[in-house]
């Protein structure tokens, strides 16, 4: 069975640019998390969706957003880039059947903003 | 705000020793904590998930415990292999309603053949 999957793996941008992100969940998980990892720090999350709706928004600017598709594949935009998104974002999935669930993570996409 | 924290930054071992390393977050109401391994620039797999009414978890040759009161996690790893080398990191699930995992800055092991 296959994993999380994330295109594309790396990705380079200029500042202003925006940038589409996407992720595939594992068959069967209606779940899908994003996270942005700084080099040296831990994971922050960024949003939750379930069911192709919000469910959860962490601290970031409206710069960012995202959406859920009826497949339950996920897209994250980045409007604006800045230097400061340069970034790996991560995307988890999850079965979305009940609380506490675990996440599985993807390989990540390696954002790089010049 | 839920905070993660995580000692030592970095820990260097020759193989074979056993060794421990610590999560401490500064608020109990958890639904569980879990512990990740992640190697150089790759994403995350998940090793052991603790819910918040278990004291601990094995699977080979690690054992996770939990002490929701005060706060603490630990992450033990028995008879320690070159292949161990990576960055653990501890994350906690709030009660919140979302998915959103708290994590430390992680734990850098390198393993000495």
């Known amino acids: 069975d296959a994993g999380v999957t994330q295109s594309p793996t790396h990705l380079i941008k200029t500042r202003g640019q925006q940038v589409t992100l996407r992720c595939s969940p594992i068959s069967g998980h209606k779940s899908v998390s994003w996270y942005q990892q700084v080099l040296g720090q831990g994971p922050q999350f960024i949003f939750q969706?379930?069911?192709?709706?919000?469910?959860g928004r962490g601290n970031f600017p409206d710069r960012f957003s995202a959406r859920q598709f009826p497949n339950y594949s996920s897209e994250l935009n980045v409007n604006a880039l800045l230097l400061g998104d340069s970034a790996l974002y991560l995307c988890a999935s999850s079965p979305g059947t009940g609380d506490g669930e675990t996440q599985y993570f993807g390989p990540g996409t390696r954002l790089l903003v010049l | 705000k839920q905070e993660v924290t995580q000692i030592p930054a970095a820990l260097s071992v020759p193989e074979g020793e056993n060794l421990v390393l610590n999560c401490s977050f500064t608020?109990?109401?958890?639904?569980?904590l879990q512990w990740f391994r992640q190697d150089p620039g790759k994403g995350l797999t998940s090793l052991l998930l603790?819910?918040?009414?278990?004291r601990e978890q094995t699977s080979g040759r690690l054992n996770a415990s939990l002490d929701k009161s005060s706060g603490r996690s630990t992450l033990y790893i028995a008879a320690s292999q070159p292949g161990d080398s990576a960055t653990y990191l501890c994350a906690v699930l709030g009660q919140t309603g979302a998915n959103n995992l708290f994590f430390g800055t992680g734990t850098r092991l390198t393993v000495i053949p």
């Open positions: 603790i819910q918040s009414s278990q």
């Open positions: 608020d109990s109401a958890i639904y569980n």
């Open positions: 969706y379930y069911e192709k709706e919000e469910r």
